[in-house]
C-alpha cells in the first residue's frame, strides 16, 4: 500500500498545474462548507444567549414566543401591562435574587425607548454572558438622562451632551412628542449584537414622568434571575397561577429554542447551498481524473508491462483521488480558521456573533470524513476505467 501511495503522489506530481487547481477548488469549497457550519453554529450560540443568566422573563399572559419578542427582540406588543404591586410581590419574594423591570411604549425615531432601573445594566448578560459595558459616557443618574444602544448613536450621529425628545408609540412616525421634557444623551454602550444596540434607554422615574405619574403604576415585563434554581419550575408554576392578575413566566433558553426552530429553514438552506458548491467541487475533481485517462493510457500500460496488476492499477486511481481530497480538506481547514481569525474582531464589534477557534467538534470531523469518503466512491469510476483497460489497448496509438 505504501508504495502505492508514492505511486500515487509522483504521478499527481507530474500533473501539478492541473492537480493544485483542482486542490485549490476542493479546498475553498470545503473552507465554504466549514466556515458556514462554524458561523451557524456561533449564530445559535449567539442567538440563544441574546439574553443569558436570565431565568424567568414574566408578562401578561398572552403566548411564551410574543413575550420572548417583545420583552427581549423589541418585537411587537404587550397585550396588557403588568402591575407594579404584582412586580413588587415577586421582586421581594426571598427566593427571587434579583429582578429587572422593562417598560416599553415609546420610541425615538423609529427605536424602541426601554425604561428599567440599574439592575439592568448590573444583571443583564448578553452572549457569553458579557455583561454591558459603557463605550463613552455613564449609565442615566438623572431622570431625563438617556443611555443609547451603539446602533441608535451610530445611525442617527448622536454624542454624549446632546439633547433628544422621547415620543409617545412605537411607530416610526409619532405625531405625540414629549417636547416639553427633552432628555439628555450621558452615555453609549459598546455594540453586542443584540437588540440591546437598538434601544434607547431612560429611567423608571422618566417613564412615569413622561405620562403625568408620580411613580410607576405599571411595567410591561419584568426578568427574575433566582437564587437556586432548583425553585425555577416552582416559580414558574406559581407565577403561570397567579390569581391578583394574569400573568405568563416563560424559560427564555426554552423559549428561544422554539424561535430558533422556526427561522432554521433559512439556517438550512444555506448549509444545503454549501454542501452543494463542496460535491461541484468533487465533480470537478472526477472531471479531471476522467480526462486525463486518455493521456495516462500508456502510463497504465507501462506499469501493466512491469508487473502491476489491474488491482494495483484500481487502487492507484482511488488513491488519487483520496489523496486529492484530504490534501483539499487539509488546505480548506487552514483557510477556513485563517479566514475566522481574521474576521473574529469584525464579527464580535459588529455582529456581536462570537466565533471560538478550537479545535474540529465531532459533527466537524463527521462531515470532513464524508467528504474524503464521496470522494473515494467517486473515484471508483476511473479506477474501473483503468482497470477494463488492456495492455494492448494502452500500447495502441489511436489516430
Known amino acids: 500500500m505504501s508504495g502505492t501511495l508514492q505511486l500515487a503522489l509522483r504521478s499527481l506530481a507530474n500533473r501539478r498545474t492541473t492537480v493544485l487547481l483542482t486542490l485549490a477548488a476542493i479546498a475553498v469549497s470545503v473552507s465554504l462548507l466549514l466556515g458556514v457550519q462554524k458561523l451557524r453554529s456561533a449564530a445559535r450560540e449567539g442567538f440563544t444567549s441574546t439574553v443569558s443568566g436570565v431565568d424567568l422573563i414574566v408578562g401578561a399572559r398572552s403566548g411564551p414566543l410574543n413575550l420572548l419578542l417583545y420583552s427581549v427582540f423589541r418585537v411587537g406588543d404587550a397585550t396588557a401591562n403588568v402591575s407594579w404591586d404584582s412586580y413588587q410581590r415577586v421582586a421581594n419574594h426571598r427566593d427571587v435574587a ?51 444602544g451603539a446602533d441608535v448613536a451610530e445611525e442617527l450621529r448622536y454624542t454624549s451632551g446632546q439633547q433628544i425628545v422621547i415620543a409617545h408609540g412605537a411607530a416610526d412616525v409619532s405625531f405625540t412628542q414629549h417636547d416639553d421634557q427633552p432628555f439628555r444623551v450621558v452615555g453609549i454602550l459598546e455594540r453586542t449584537g443584540t437588540p440591546v444596540d437598538r434601544t434607547v434607554h431612560i429611567s423608571l422615574d422618566a417613564i412615569a414622568a413622561l405620562h403625568d405619574e408620580a411613580a410607576p403604576t405599571g411595567i410591561t415585563a419584568f426578568m427574575v434571575g433566582m437564587r437556586e434554581r432548583t425553585a425555577l419550575l416552582t416559580m414558574q408554576r406559581a407565577l403561570n397561577q397567579y390569581r391578583n392578575e ?150 495502441t496509438i489511436r489516430i
Not at 415609546?106 to 443583564?124: E, P
Not at 463613552?136 to 443618574?141: A, R, S, T, V
Not at 472526477?286 to 484500481?314: Q, Y
Not at 484530504?326 to 480548506?332: C, E, K, Q, R
Request: proline share 4%.
Open 98 to 148: 434579583w429582578t429587572i423591570p422593562i417598560s416599553l411604549g415609546d420610541s425615538h425615531r423609529g427605536f424602541r425607548v426601554l425604561g428599567t432601573t440599574d439592575a439592568y445594566f448590573q444583571h443583564y448578560r448578553v452572549a457569553g454572558g458579557r455583561a454591558l459595558a459603557i463605550h463613552e459616557g455613564k449609565w442615566f443618574g438623572e431622570t431625563h438622562d438617556v443611555v443609547l
Open 246 to 395: 394574569p400573568l405568563l413566566a416563560i424559560i427564555p433558553g426554552v423559549a428561544l429554542k422554539q424561535l430558533w426552530d422556526l427561522v432554521a429553514i433559512a439556517d438550512r438552506a444555506l448549509m444545503i447551498v454549501a454542501a452543494f458548491v463542496v460535491f461541484a467541487g468533487l465533480l470537478g475533481m472526477l472531471t479531471t481524473i476522467l480526462v486525463s485517462l486518455n493521456e495516462r493510457r500508456r502510463e497504465m500500460a507501462i506499469l501493466r508491462s512491469v508487473g502491476a496488476a489491474p488491482r494495483h492499477i484500481f487502487t492507484l486511481m482511488v488513491a488519487e483521488a483520496g489523496i486529492l481530497a484530504s490534501a483539499g480538506v487539509l488546505a480548506g481547514i487552514a483557510i477556513t480558521y485563517a479566514l475566522l481569525a481574521a474576521a473574529r474582531p469584525m464579527l464580535v464589534a459588529r455582529f456581536g456573533i462570537f466565533v471560538p477557534l478550537g479545535g474540529l467538534t465531532v459533527p466537524d470531523g463527521i462531515m470532513l470524513a464524508g467528504i474524503v469518503g464521496a470522494a473515494l466512491a467517486m473515484g471508483l469510476l476511473p479506477a474501473w476505467r483503468a482497470y477494463r483497460n488492456t495492455l494492448a489497448d494502452g500500447l
